[in-house]
Antibody
Framework: EVQLVESGGGLVQPGRSLRLSCAAS????????MHWVRQAPGKGLEWVSG????????GYADSVKGRFTISRDNAKSSLYLQMDSLRGEDTAFYYC???????????WGQGTLVTVSS | DIQMTQSPSSLSASVGDRVTITCRAS??????LNWYQQKPGKAPKLLIY???GLQGGVPSRFSGSGSGTDFTLTISSLQPEDFATYYC?????????FGQGTKLEIK
């Protein structure tokens, strides 16, 4: 059974950092690209960042470029999102999702909530 | 960046109705268009990939069509479990943008 389990969310002050993790199981992790997608409470979906199977390609939304860094550890079947210089507008549920680069996101985790507030 | 525009933003319909949701891209994305369903408090679920491919396990009442800039998601006969929010998404180029969503409600 495919599973993606996000962790690391919580309440953080503006300007501070947070690192999200996504633990994958039930599939061959290093066959797939991985992505982070966020959703502010009551709002729509926003793609945040993606990384190819071998970390050779990484992409970011303009809204997070220069502040967020995506990475993965294929040996641990894990995906990460380092979030620095957090802002109030980064408050959202953060989902990790698997797929192929330039392809659909065929499975999503249940999300972790990040709240940026003083 | 590619902008995705869905219409309508919300829709009221009855069980058994045929429903169509449209999605327009700001430039050609070939067939790199995907549709997701999201229910309250749940993660999105992939329904349609590459404009018209039915994801495994998704009922055949869901179908997708289109290419270039204009796409549609059709539900042929609404079932109670279909009331949810639907999003289109382009996977043609980074950043992979989503439409704003269409909330399908019970009439």
């Amino acid at each position: 059974e495919v599973q993606l389990v996000e962790s690391g969310g919580g309440l953080v002050q503006p300007g501070r950092s947070l690192r999200l993790s996504c633990a994958a199981s039930g599939f061959t992790f290093n066959d797939y690209a991985m992505h982070w997608v966020r959703q502010a409470p009551g709002k729509g979906l926003e793609w945040v960042s993606g990384i190819s199977w071998n970390s050779g390609i990484r992409g970011y939304a303009d809204s997070v470029k220069g502040r967020f860094t995506i990475s993965r550890d294929n040996a641990k079947s894990s995906l990460y999102l380092q979030m620095d210089s957090l802002r109030g507008e980064d408050t959202a549920f953060y989902y990790c999702a698997k797929g192929f680069w330039s392809g659909p996101f065929d499975f999503w985790g249940q999300g972790t909530l990040v709240t940026v507030s003083s | 960046d590619i902008q995705m525009t869905q219409s309508p933003s919300s829709l009221s319909a009855s069980v058994g109705d045929r429903v169509t949701i449209t999605c327009r891209a700001s430039q050609s994305i070939s067939s790199s268009l995907n549709w997701y369903q999201q229910k309250p408090g749940k993660a999105p679920k992939l329904l349609i990939y590459a404009a018209s491919g039915l994801q495994g396990g998704v009922p055949s009442r869901f179908s997708g069509s289109g290419s270039g800039t204009d796409f549609t998601l059709t539900i042929s006969s609404l079932q109670p479990e279909d009331f949810a929010t639907y999003y289109c998404q382009q996977s043609y180029s980074v950043p992979y943008s989503f439409g704003q969503g269409t909330k399908l409600e019970i009439k």
